[in-house]
């Protein structure tokens, strides 16, 4: 939002002074500011006086929310402060590296009336100063239940800022690297200085949900703040994100044990060491439908590190309840072997997403968990030599509500294939499939899962054994497979062994197809016979709904009549094919690609 600094009046002639319209009815009036965002609400106040007066009490749902950053600071706009008061519930500070700009803008926004701020987010922030950050804390404590605060500039005092805002339910806090050089860990082992704070209160009772990811000292840090929390419900856990060469892993990740000895109600846990991004507490569908009517551990996201008696307990007493499990192992105990074992004795019911990295798998034992596993929506499997083969893979009941399946370093043993292999998958949507190996076998009669709809292929080998086929054209065997039997809309194809102009025409058999990413692996020369499979591939396309084709390391020039004809798609949106040795033909036939 931009505060500006001014306003244009606009002169109306006398005979428009009777078209009043704010003498209609308020709902009517009401209505119409509905529909207006607050550049439209400064606009209208600009028409005449009366606007200018009597606008802001009628808009002032377009005023509940702010932005403000770095543009904004000094400014005085007028109109904006006439629109600003009780009314704005949530306020975001954008690069607001000076602590100071950040205050002064908090202290303009309590003069303006804007004293009962729910939630307060900060992106790129610094508050170095704790002591006049938390004298404007306390100040919007009554209202404040929501305070974020990502890549800020500055460690913050934890227990302070809960002190000063006790009616607090979310908080989220994530460093930034430029507070935190690498190899520099002691930045938030301990809490900052605030001299003539206030004492820190004994319990936080309304904090429902905590995100904390920054590297710290569990034990000063981390654990001060859990025990205060008695109705935590979300607990998001500190990452590493940096050298961890000498470091303990005792002392900086979350003690299972303890954690649910304080917070009993906790729902759901993660520690950012096991997941991808920071989730959102406030906006996250699944978290905020978290409350105190759901009960028992139904999210469980960890790094198993030294605990893996702990992390089996928990599964154990949550088995038939959790709802999604994520295991990604920095370090496995010496006992961390069990782990695999203990898992395929589990009955789950209600789980619907699992996700295991780098766990000790064997085909036998991953069969057993997933049988186990009735509601299953979504599978991750990524295990450097994970291995099926027929004697177990044949004893996996049919998964009919997976949706998406990825799985990393799987191999495909004997006689296996992979149309086999992805029968006992009917239901899948998106399917990921990297670094897998399997035979060149395509067996007939076998039906593949009709509602997928998203395809990626990374890093396949084809095996060539004494009694299998010779695997050149096994991808588009498979391609052709999947455009009998399913509904794919997106494929993306990089680094597939034996991928060629024949697979390129095979997948221009697939009529459904609206986007295409293709990676070719090597250099060959593009001859008559791999001419033509171009042409057939161009040609094919027009039966389907192709509207983005991205083709990288291209093998060969591709023929610029057959550039021509992907060209002419009706539907087509963007198309790009780049050659990494030839960057004069990159250049000159992407110009006219339509957009």
């Not at 610094?126 to 306390?138: A, K, M, P, R």
């Not at 703040?225 to 998001?236: D, E, S, T, Y």
């Not at 303890?258 to 993660?270: A, N, S, T």
């Not at 997928?452 to 095996?463: I, S």
Request: charged share 20%; aromatic share 10%; proline share 6%.
């Amino acid at each position: 939002m931009l505060l500006g600094d001014s306003m244009t009046r606009v002169e109306f002639p006398p005979s428009m002074e009777q078209l009043r319209f704010l003498a209609l009815p308020s709902d009517i009036v009401l209505t119409v500011f509905s529909f207006m965002d607050q550049q439209d609400c400064l606009t209208c106040m600009a028409v005449c006086y009366d606007w200018y007066t009597v606008i802001p009490q009628y808009a002032q749902n377009a005023w509940k929310s702010l932005r403000l950053g770095e543009n904004d600071i000094g400014k005085k706009d007028q109109c904006v402060i006439r629109c600003l008061g009780d009314h704005v519930k949530s306020v975001i500070f954008n690069n607001l590296e000076n602590d100071k700009d950040l205050y002064d803008l908090m202290h303009q926004l309590l003069e303006w009336g804007c004293s009962a701020i729910e939630s307060l987010e900060m992106y790129e922030c610094n508050s170095d100063n704790q002591g006049e950050f938390l004298d404007i804390l306390i100040k919007l404590a009554p209202h404040l239940r929501h305070l974020k605060m990502m890549h800020h500039h500055s460690n913050i005092a934890f227990l302070q800022v809960f002190s000063a805002c006790p009616e607090l339910t979310h908080f989220t806090y994530q460093e930034t690297t430029a507070a935190h050089p690498k190899g520099d860990r002691g930045v938030y082992d301990k809490e900052p200085v605030v001299p003539n704070a206030g004492p820190t209160i004994k319990l936080f009772p309304n904090i429902t949900h905590l995100c904390i990811d920054a590297v710290m000292d569990r034990q000063l840090r981390l654990d001060p703040i859990l025990k205060r929390c008695p109705n935590l419900l979300v607990f998001v856990g500190p990452a590493f994100g940096h050298d961890l060469k000498d470091i303990s892993y005792s002392n900086i990740s979350i003690d299972f044990d303890l954690l649910f000895d304080w917070c009993p109600k906790i729902v759901w846990v993660e520690d950012m060491l096991s997941h991808r991004t920071l989730p959102n507490l406030k906006d996250d569908p699944e978290i905020s439908a978290i409350d105190n009517s759901v009960t028992g551990l139904r999210h469980f996201s960890i790094c198993e590190l030294h605990q893996s008696d702990a992390v089996q307990q928990r599964l154990t007493e949550s088995q038939h309840i959790l709802e999604f499990f994520a295991i990604n192992p920095l370090a496995i105990s010496s006992n961390g072997s069990a782990l695999p074992i203990m898992l395929s004795t589990l009955q789950l019911p209600q789980l619907h997403t699992l996700d295991i990295h780098d766990v000790e798998f064997d085909g036998a034992s991953i069969v057993s968990l997933l049988n186990h596993c009735p509601s299953l929506r979504t599978l991750n499997l990524e295990y450097e030599g994970l291995e099926f083969d027929s004697s177990n893979f044949h004893r996996l009941n049919p998964m009919i509500s997976l949706h998406n399946f990825s799985v990393t370093w799987m191999e495909l043993v004997g006689e296996l294939s992979l149309l086999t292999f992805l029968e006992r998958f009917p239901s899948i949507e998106t399917l990921s499939l990297y670094r897998l190996t399997a035979p060149a076998i395509f067996p007939d009669g076998c039906e593949g899962p009709r509602q997928l709809k998203k395809l990626d292929l990374f890093d396949l080998e084809w095996r060539h054994g004494d009694n299998q086929p010779d695997p050149k054209e096994a991808p588009a065997h498979l391609f052709r497979w999947f455009a009998m039997y399913s509904k794919l809309e997106a494929v993306s194809v990089l680094a597939v062994s034996n991928f060629g102009t024949s697979s390129l025409a095979a997948l221009g058999t697939i009529t459904t197809l609206q986007s295409l990413e293709i990676g070719f692996l090597g250099h060959s020369q593009c001859g008559e016979a791999e001419k033509a499979d171009l042409h057939r591939f161009a040609l094919s396309l027009v039966r389907t709904k192709i509207a983005n084709i991205s083709i990288i390391d291209a093998q060969f020039h591709f023929p610029e009549e057959v550039v021509r004809k992907l060209n002419e798609l009706p539907q087509l949106r963007a198309m790009y094919v780049f050659h990494p040795w030839d960057f004069s033909y990159c250049n000159t036939c992407t110009i006219p690609w339509k957009y």
